[in-house]
């Protein structure tokens, strides 16, 4: 009998060090997205599309994962401290890849600098044009969008920033954060206003408990970096379910932005190409940092965590395996499917980012169809007796540092503010 494998509590199975080693990998499978799906908006509308794209995705996204982060972990303000907190629980800022260190200088003021900026290192190869796209283009109202969800009167803007002069110059960049009563915010844009009638904004995610071992929110000092395994079990359940969360929004933010620019039959395209590279590079990453075998009962964990099935209130999913097999089934009723997120792009003729989601834990593994309907969809994962060549989508993804970054134990974090 094939038996339920974290059917219900996908997260909460996980012990809390096994999460506090997750949760890193979390926010870097988030920034990794954005690299799976680059490549391929530049080839269908060029360098200034993608970075129109860019902009428009993290404009939609991140006001509402930022403010849905703030209320989970209690830290809730409208001053400098709270957008730097913000900041350590982004997709967009994964630790020590996109190594930010911060100083507050009051309630309304205060610098940042990237001591290491991955996402850097990955542009810089391309040449100028690619780096000022992307550091000039995108990030100044992609930094502005972030910092306004907490106050609408912030504004980022640099002290220095790539392209780089000299070219080793370090820290590899440097930015200000002023909030001034006289700042105008800008209009909130069309495609943020679309996101916010998402249920992804809305849906209740795991409560807290507060008499759990360790921290259950950050509502203390903003420390120089944040060491996961000082978090509650509950809390990192929470952060988990809420960190995969944002990859939805962005990812619906991302489909926004493409379908503006193309007809839906491309822009699914597009989006199941950024699915498939993003699956399978973080199926290996999640597979290597929870140390878990090469077999199916590892693969259901993986199916279990992965921020494409979760988190659990979102995707209607369950996942049963025996030693020979799999079974996914994929209901189409959920709140993830109201949205038309990542689980919708998969469908028994569009296997590939499944296939490239299995092959990342076993390339011997490979899915197939056993049931679908306008309700659901059911697949077993078997294994071949060859091993699948690591697809196209993968492989480019794979061109970012992020594929084989290593996290470091720093030790016990500085508080940074006073309480």
């Not at 498939?276 to 973080?282: P, S």
Request: glycine content about 8%; aromatic content about 6%.
């Amino acid at each position: 009998m094939v038996s339920p494998v974290n059917a219900r509590d996908s997260f909460a199975a996980l012990t809390r060090s096994d999460l506090a080693v997750l949760v890193p990998e979390l926010l870097l499978c988030g920034q990794l997205v954005d690299r799976s799906g680059m490549a391929h908006l530049i080839s269908a509308f060029g360098r200034q599309g993608m970075a129109e794209v860019a902009v428009e995705e993290w404009q939609a996204s991140s006001p509402w994962y930022t403010r849905r982060m703030q209320r989970a972990l209690q830290y809730e303000g409208d001053g400098v401290e709270t957008i730097f907190k913000g900041l350590q629980l982004d997709i967009g800022a994964p630790p020590q890849f996109m190594d930010f260190r911060f100083r507050v200088d009051d309630h309304d003021h205060g610098e940042f600098r990237l001591d290491h900026c991955g996402a850097l290192m990955d542009v810089e190869p391309l040449g100028e044009a690619y780096v000022t796209a992307m550091c000039h283009d995108i990030e100044d109202p992609t930094f502005d969008a972030t910092a306004l969800a907490t106050n609408p009167h912030a504004q980022v803007r640099p002290i220095h920033r790539p392209p780089r002069r000299p070219a080793d110059r370090h820290p590899h960049c440097a930015w200000t954060v002023t909030i001034d009563p006289s700042h105008v915010p800008p209009e909130t844009a069309p495609h943020t206003e679309a996101i916010g009638s998402t249920a992804a904004v809305a849906v209740e995610l795991s409560t807290i408990d507060p008499a759990d071992e360790g921290l259950g929110d950050y509502s203390g000092p903003l420390l120089s970096d944040l060491r996961f395994a000082d978090f509650s079990h509950s809390a990192l359940v929470r952060i988990a379910e809420e960190v995969c969360l944002q990859q939805h929004l962005l990812t619906l933010g991302f489909l926004l932005g493409v379908r503006k620019r193309t007809d839906e039959d491309t822009a699914l395209s597009l989006a199941r190409k950024q699915l498939t590279g993003i699956a399978g590079l973080a199926a290996e990453r999640l597979r290597d940092a929870l140390g878990l075998p090469r077999d199916f009962e590892g693969l259901a964990t993986v199916l279990s965590v992965h921020p494409v099935f979760a988190p659990r209130q979102y995707v209607e999913r369950d996942i049963r395996w025996e030693p020979g097999r799999l079974h996914l089934h994929l209901g189409r009723s959920g709140a993830a499917d109201a949205d038309r997120s990542w689980p919708t792009l998969i469908d028994g003729r569009h296997l590939g980012p499944l296939q490239a989601l299995v092959r990342g834990v076993d390339p011997h593994f490979t899915a197939r169809v056993v049931f679908e309907d306008a309700h659901a969809l059911t697949v077993e994962v078997v294994r071949d007796p060859e091993p699948a060549d690591e697809c196209g989508e993968v492989a480019i993804t794979r061109f970012s540092t992020g594929a084989t970054f290593t996290f470091a134990d720093r030790g016990i974090p500085l508080p940074l503010t006073v309480v």
